[in-house]
């Protein structure tokens, strides 16, 4: 079975934070992850007709049924999560246009960092084995677009 991947951008802080954030939360673990500038994130947005750049400002969800960007990507990984979190995928109900004018004045004030490793990011100490352990394989992103 494909789990959908969310690719972001390592060196960004904001994105790292989010995905150490996501790994706390998914306790299903429903989401892999990996860096946009890794090959396996190359290949997931290629995968997806996405242009690598795309991932430098805008957060992806690599799914079955295509990409989601900024707050789809959002409100796509808030509906796999359990409640309370589950709720926040109700901000679809919000024009995409208003979600995401909010999503890109967030993310153009967001704390540039060099990654660790830029395909990988910077996990936080306390989360390093599971990070890895969430790490998208090429092996995973071919079985999503063959699901």
């Known amino acids: 079975m494909s789990r959908p991947i969310v690719v972001f951008d390592g060196d960004c802080g904001l994105c790292n934070g989010f995905i150490a954030w ?3 939360h998914d306790r ?6 990996t860096g946009s500038d890794g090959p396996v994130g190359r290949a997931a ?3 997806m007709g996405l ?7 805008t957060l992806v969800v690599a799914t079955c049924d295509g990409a989601r960007l ?9 509906a ?5 979190w589950r709720a926040a995928a109700s901000m679809r109900i919000v024009p995409r246009g208003l979600r995401d004018g909010v999503y890109r004045a967030i993310a153009s004030r967001r704390p540039r960092r060099p990654a660790i490793d830029p395909s990988c990011g ?12 969430r790490l998208a394989t ?8 063959a699901a």
Do not use: M, N, Q
Request: hydrophobic letters at 50%; aromatic letters at 6%; zero cysteines.
């Open 122 to 133: 910077t996990p936080p100490p306390g989360l390093v084995g599971e990070w890895r352990a």
């Open 70 to 78: 900024r707050s789809d990507a959002v409100a796509e990984v808030a």
């Open 22 to 24: 996501l790994i706390r």
């Open 45 to 47: 947005l290629g995968a």
């Open 28 to 33: 299903d673990r429903r989401f892999l992850i």
């Open 51 to 57: 242009p690598p750049e795309i991932a430098a400002s």
């Open 80 to 84: 796999g999560l359990g409640w309370p």
């Open 138 to 145: 090429r092996e995973d992103v071919a079985a999503l677009v």
